[in-house]
């Protein structure tokens, strides 16, 4: 079974989400939308494969439990048979996993408290 595919997204925690867009922006050349960024991938698999760069208030508890400034998100093939197999390991999942318009989620968290999204991106 194909576990992670790739990287899905990379989220921050920002004290001033405008000025940090607008510098991602000016220095980096990305093109920040409201939400953030989209990479588009290359894919023979799924032609419509993305990547995200995305920015929070600092305040959100979206990364909670973990006390880390950042959360990664990993594109998954099968989350739902990952997810059994996390559980079967023994790995612990923060919530029960989502299923929504833009895919399929679950979170957890690595050894040093770092919070990981798992997604599986609609097909």
């Known amino acids: 079974m194909k576990r992670v595919i790739g990287l899905g997204g990379i989220f921050l925690k920002c004290r001033d989400v405008e000025h940090t867009r607008a510098w991602y922006a000016k220095h980096l050349g990305i093109t920040i939308e409201s939400w953030g960024a989209q990479f588009n991938l290359k894919e023979e698999t799924n032609p419509d494969a993305y990547s995200v760069l995305s920015f929070f208030k600092h305040s959100t508890d979206y990364f909670d439990p973990s006390d880390a400034p950042f959360m990664i998100n990993f594109r998954v093939d099968n989350l739902d048979a990952l997810v059994a197999a996390l559980r079967n390991e023994g790995i ?3 919530g029960e996993p989502l299923a929504e318009e ?3 989620f679950a979170w957890l968290l690595d050894p040093e408290g770092n919070k990981i ?3 599986e991106q609609p097909k």
């Open 102 to 104: 833009y895919g399929k």
């Open 117 to 119: 999204e798992l997604w």
């Open 92 to 94: 612990a999942l923060i």
